[in-house]
């Protein structure tokens, strides 16, 4: 089936401490791209990678890391997680063929940080 | 500034029909999406416009005017399960493949 896999679904951490949410996609997508979603807010974009090794910033990417090593991953660093942090967190890939606008987005099933 | 505009919430009766507004001002265009997104769950696709029209698929369609930066996406016969938030999507002309701008969504409540 394909899919879109993050884990974990729930994470409770407290500020500082470091942690990552995996992101896995197993349609041979060339785009990935994380998402934030906050009450009363859109869908804002955090970081995106083109392919692997192509990662650039979306629109608030501060506090936040990624990496593009292998194709299918893309996982989201809080290297120091704060409270502002805490939200549901969406990894979504889709075909890339330079004019392919079209391309919806599969989104992964969330991971709700809260970070105390 | 780049901006989308969806009603907050709505209310509807199973079996009817609802539309779902939503006005856009980007820097260029490149097509407009809708997603449905229930409680606590991922967004799916619903629809992809960027000519001009009313495109239909099975009771969802979803309408198109880029000379007044509008759509709409219209649910027939509604049922008790399209209660979930309805997200209207624009790719603008400026910044490529990868900029895509998220309204805030409409959240559908369907009653019996």
């Known amino acids: 089936e394909a899919q879109v896999t993050q884990n974990p679904r729930y994470l409770i951490t407290v500020t500082g401490k470091k942690l990552t949410v995996t992101c896995s996609q197993n349609?041979?997508?060339?785009?990935m791209s994380w998402y934030r979603q906050d009450p009363g807010l859109g869908l804002r974009q955090i970081y995106y990678s083109m392919n692997v090794e192509v990662t650039d910033k979306g629109d608030v990417p501060e506090g936040y890391k990624v990496s593009r090593k292998e194709k299918r991953n893309f996982p989201l660093i809080l290297e120091s997680p704060s409270p502002n942090q805490t939200s549901l967190y969406f990894c979504?890939?889709?075909?890339?063929?330079?004019?392919?606008?079209?391309?919806?987005?599969?989104f992964g099933n969330g991971t709700r940080l809260t970070v105390t | 500034g780049q901006n989308i505009d969806q009603p907050t919430e709505m209310t509807a009766t199973e079996g009817a029909i609802v539309q779902i507004n939503c006005t856009y001002q980007?820097?260029?265009?490149?097509?407009l999406f809708w997603y449905q997104q229930h409680a606590g769950e991922a967004p799916t696709f619903l629809s992809y416009?960027?000519?001009?029209g009313l495109e239909e698929k099975g009771r969802f369609s979803s309408f198109l005017s880029r000379s007044k930066g509008y759509s709409y996406l219209l649910l027939k016969e509604l049922q008790m399960k399209d209660s979930a938030s309805y997200l209207c999507?624009?790719?603008?002309?400026?910044?490529?493949?990868?900029?895509?701008?998220f309204g805030a969504g409409t959240r559908l409540a369907v009653h019996p």
């Open positions: 979504a890939s889709s075909s890339y063929s330079g004019t392919s606008y079209n391309s919806p987005l599969h």
């Open positions: 999507a624009v790719r603008p002309q400026r910044g490529g493949y990868n900029k895509l701008i």
């Open positions: 349609m041979n997508h060339e785009y």
């Open positions: 980007t820097s260029g265009f490149n097509g």
């Open positions: 416009n960027v000519l001009d």
